[in-house]
């Protein structure tokens, strides 16, 4: 039996991986210092991967599937006790969980209608049709409507998040004295918003920033590595789904 491990995600047109919950994954497997394959998935394909939740990023080790970057994360920790943990016991993981809900209700709603345009104009083409129905249903709006009060939009959203910089005013990273995946599923939110858009998310004096950039650096500066064509640490290739046997 295979020991290789197959990232499934979602890519950009020029194959950048963009997607917040799949780079959630993608920096645990850094943290745990492990290679992977990286197989591009379209949105529409998604089902035919065979899981029961149909979502994206999804990990394959042999006969073992596993989908949902949280269920993982938790697969990650069980499966390679030896490596560094991401959740750290069960305290650890209920706080991740708080980290976990807070970002998927405050961070990645704001982000997604500060983006949604610039998203919709790097995807494959064969991805849009998609993107704009499902997107459009969340926001309730357009994606160009959404997008274009985003410099107010995004004044709120840096009040919004001031929780995340009176951590950072106590402890180095979200998790402690050292990264976890509470971090890494913050950072996955605001690496999104750095290969969507060319637009500010966060200042360039925000100490939130200052700790994304050192997040960026982690593990050979693995995050600033955005092309799998760039190689970094733990990839070994790239294929898209329809070419993949999948």
Known sequence: MSDEIVLYELAAADDTRFSPFCWRTRFG???KGLAFKSVQ????????LGGTNRTVPAIRIG???VED????????DERFPDRPPLLGGPVGRGTTRFV???TDKVIHPTILRLVSRDVFDRMD????PYFRRTREEMLGTTLEEAQSTRDQTVQ????AIHPIRLTLYRQPWLAGQAPGHADYIVLAAFQWGRLATDFDILAADDPIAEWFQRGLDLHGSYGRKVHPRDGGPGFHGIGRW????G
């Open 242 to 245: 329809k070419d993949a046997g």
């Open 156 to 159: 709120a959203f840096r009040k």
């Open 69 to 76: 970057s949280w269920n993982i994360a938790e697969f990650l």
């Open 63 to 65: 006969d073992t599937f």
């Open 100 to 102: 976990e809900c807070f």
């Open 41 to 48: 998935i379209g949105f529409p394909d998604i089902g035919e």
């Open 125 to 128: 083409p064969y991805d849009r």
């Open 29 to 31: 497997l850094a943290h």
